[in-house]
């Protein structure tokens, strides 16, 4: 079952957050529906300081994840968020096992 997995982690400029999340949505929305590679995306923001977000994507292997970085849509959202961050880290890893109620 292993899978593909980035953790991004970005500080996003206060008066950006607003501005952020829809774009942070959309392209989460837009990765799932048309990248067959793309299995999860989910945006989460810190309970104590909305300026904290991350990126937790699921992709079935490494290639899934460098076509996703081609495309349009993501390529558009790094274009219109990119001045409303401050600062972003990244991890990769495996998910070996992943539970989950629907």
Do not use: W
């Not at 048309?34 to 999860?40: A, H, I, K, T, Y």
């Not at 849509?73 to 961050?85: G, K, R, S």
């Not at 998910?95 to 109620?101: A, M």
């Amino acid at each position: 079952m292993p899978n593909f997995v980035v953790i991004f982690e970005l500080q996003v400029k206060a008066e950006s957050v607003e501005k952020f999340l829809p774009l942070a949505l959309a392209n989460a929305q837009a990765s799932v529906a048309r990248e067959p590679g793309c299995l999860q995306f989910d945006v989460v923001q810190d309970v104590d300081d909305p300026t904290r977000c991350a990126l937790y994507e699921v992709y079935t292997d490494s290639a899934a994840f460098d076509s996703h970085g081609k495309m349009p849509h993501v390529q558009e959202f790094f274009a219109a968020a990119n001045d409303m961050v401050v600062s972003r880290s990244a991890r990769r890893a495996r998910r070996l096992v992943g539970f989950h109620k629907h």
